[in-house]
């Protein structure tokens, strides 16, 4: 999973806008900007991760590459091909080239079909495997690549575990060969015991057969493990993106150094000193809603490096000392 692969996904200028609800007939519907002037890439077999709090962007950006919200500004190629425009039958290719695994394995899996036919039917909308032992055998061998028995393929979702359903939704995304994956937090709904296990399986995956990851979580150390580049979203920005080992080790941005300050370390003295740094942070926090009607920096009411300069302009992406760009006016502070 090397960072320098050629890049398989090429996401510029990436803008989405949506408008918001009228609480009164009077008032004027207000555009909400989830996601801002957004650039990175993927190589192609490589692992992006994508972390922030909740309402950053993350997952708007995953359903954009899906095409599942239509961008307000940008352009989004993946395998060369710009997926915005696609009309038809090349979305249908599209669907089989890349496929997603979602963030509850309990509702993204039909209640009322057995695990036969969740995969299966992806085999004969994709690959045109019509239904029957054929079929049956494909769906069996793809249980098998997940470490499950073809046994449960007469097993409805709810007689599955979490971990169990989350390995058919992994098998699922499987069946049409993709070539790329979009993860959005995978783990999240599972127990730590269990998000080992499918980080490592996904790992295994990827190693045989060269997917590309977008890795979308909350749970930095896991993001961590997987990851060859990562990025961190705030208020729909990307506001720092680097090679892994670089960003963990040497965050620049403000906001990185609190999402890491964030995580909990066993040594007493080195956990007091991590809570004194995010109390630095806490102060006049702004809502999502809020974010989108600052000018300047989004993070500007949380930083202790604001200048009359992060209230006035967004500072552009900077190129940072060991690979990657920041997106603020005092990241050498």
């Not at 996601?35 to 990175?40: A, D, K, L, Q, T």
Request: hydrophobic share 35%; with cysteine.
């Amino acid at each position: 999973m090397s960072a320098h692969q050629p890049p398989f996904v090429h996401v510029q200028n990436l803008q989405v806008t949506f408008t918001s609800r009228r609480r009164l007939p009077w008032q004027t519907a207000q555009p909400i900007h989830a996601v801002r002037e957004v650039s990175f890439t993927i190589g192609g077999g490589s692992t992006f991760g994508l972390v922030g709090e909740t309402g950053s962007g993350k997952s708007t950006i995953a359903r954009a590459i899906l095409r599942l919200v239509q961008p307000t500004r940008g352009t989004i190629l993946v395998g060369g091909r710009e997926v915005t425009t696609l009309q038809g039958r090349e979305v249908l290719g599209y669907r089989r080239q890349v496929q997603a695994i979602f963030q509850n394995p309990y509702a993204s899996l039909n209640p009322s079909h057995m695990v036969g036919e969740i995969i299966g039917e992806l085999l004969t909308r994709h690959r045109g495997v019509r239904p029957g032992s054929t079929r049956d055998k494909l769906a069996g061998e793809l249980l098998a690549q997940v470490s499950m028995s073809q046994d449960l393929l007469d097993r409805f979702p709810y007689e599955l575990s979490g971990g169990q359903r989350q390995r058919v939704a992994i098998a699922r995304a499987l069946a049409v060969e993709p070539q790329m994956i979009i993860c959005d937090e995978p783990t999240s709904a599972l127990d730590v015991s269990i998000q080992g296990q499918v980080i490592n399986l996904l790992m295994d995956i990827q190693e045989q057969k060269g997917v590309t990851y977008l890795f979308i979580g909350h749970n930095l150390s896991i993001v961590r493990n997987i990851s060859a580049v990562v990025g961190v979203m705030y208020g729909g920005y990307l506001v720092e993106s680097g090679p892994t080992q670089r960003v963990y080790a040497e965050p620049t941005h403000p906001y990185t150094r609190m999402l890491l300050a964030s995580i909990p370390v066993p040594d007493v003295a080195r956990q007091r000193e991590r809570v004194a740094q995010r109390r630095r942070f806490e102060h006049a926090e702004e809502t999502t809603h809020a974010l989108h009607r600052l000018g300047g920096c989004p993070f500007q009411h949380r930083c202790p490096l604001t200048q009359a300069i992060c209230r006035q302009t967004m500072p552009a992406p900077t190129p940072v000392a060991g690979g990657g760009e920041v997106r603020c006016h005092f990241h050498g502070s």
